[in-house]
């Protein structure tokens, strides 16, 4: 026996019953900002799946980025030697002044724990929930930014790779720099077992916190309509950069690097677009 579709009570406009296949043809009729997020993802081909082996890709490259370049095969002289040379750089500027900055926050031990924490959680845990986000509510968006995100990361791949620096909190006590993640203490520090294991602690240019919190604040922003609601946006990455500092885990000129290649990322993001739409036109 032929059971009838389930209809679930819907008719078309002659007032036959509405099948599934009926919705899904009304759907894409509809102009594309008026469609339902399932099926903008639809036609765009977005699958869940297929986003998370990109992710797995990506950590797989960073691992061995990290294994061949990371801590471990790097000498502390080396990274030290580089770090030395972006010094010099902001000397010759005049903005070599974290020290001073890191000293003033450091009379309030509460507000550097705070920004420890920060550095600790939001990192990967807000850029995550921003991928969720646009995935689903977004979809149309959700490529351009997935592609900044995966173009920067692998700009900061190759920085890892090209020039290890030593963070700030790893140099001679002569800089006067405070690792404050093991002195004053977060949730966890570098020295930790398992943090040890998946961290590149010579990966200080670009910085990738920044970026990624910059990333975080474009991509939030570009979501929402009032403008309080986007100055509180920009104020995730404006934090993470007064907390980079304060930590001592990166210096202006890795900040400003960060920055740079979060630009670059959104324009090979826009780039890939564009590509995409003129293939999709001619297909």
Not at 48 to 57: D, N, R
Not at 153 to 181: H, Q
Not at 208 to 217: V, Y
Request: with cysteine; charged share 15%.
């Amino acid at each position: 026996m032929i059971r009838p579709a389930d209809t679930s009570g819907r008719v078309d406009t002659d007032g036959t019953p509405s099948t599934a296949s009926d919705d899904l043809l009304v759907e894409a009729r509809r102009p594309w900002r008026v469609r339902s997020t399932a099926a903008q993802r639809s036609e765009l081909k977005l699958v869940w799946w297929h986003e998370v082996a990109i992710v797995a890709v990506f950590y797989f490259v960073y691992s061995a980025i990290r294994d061949i370049n990371g801590t471990k095969p790097v000498s502390a002289a080396t990274a030290l030697a580089n770090a030395k040379i972006v010094i010099s750089f902001e000397r010759h500027l005049g903005v070599f002044v974290e020290q001073h900055i890191q000293h003033f926050f450091l009379q309030s031990h509460l507000a550097v724990e705070a920004l420890d924490v920060w550095y600790g959680t939001t990192h990967f845990l807000v850029t995550g929930a921003l991928l969720l986000i646009l995935f689903y509510k977004f979809p149309d968006r959700y490529r351009v930014w997935r592609d900044t995100l995966a173009i920067l990361t692998a700009l900061a791949l190759i920085g890892f790779a090209v020039f290890p620096e030593m963070p700030p909190r790893l140099f001679p006590a002569s800089y006067g720099f405070v690792d404050t993640l093991r002195v004053i203490g977060g949730l966890w520090n570098f020295n930790s077992g398992p943090m040890n294991d998946v961290s590149n602690q010579y990966a200080a240019m670009p910085s990738l916190h920044f970026a990624w919190a910059l990333w975080c604040g474009l991509a939030l922003a570009a979501m929402l309509k009032r403008r309080w609601a986007r100055f509180l946006a920009y104020c995730y990455p404006a934090v993470t950069f007064v907390c980079v500092i304060v930590t001592a885990n990166h210096l202006f000129a890795d900040v400003v690097a960060g920055g740079a290649i979060t630009v670059l990322g959104y324009g090979g993001a826009v780039g890939l677009q564009a590509l995409r739409s003129r293939r999709y036109k001619w297909s």
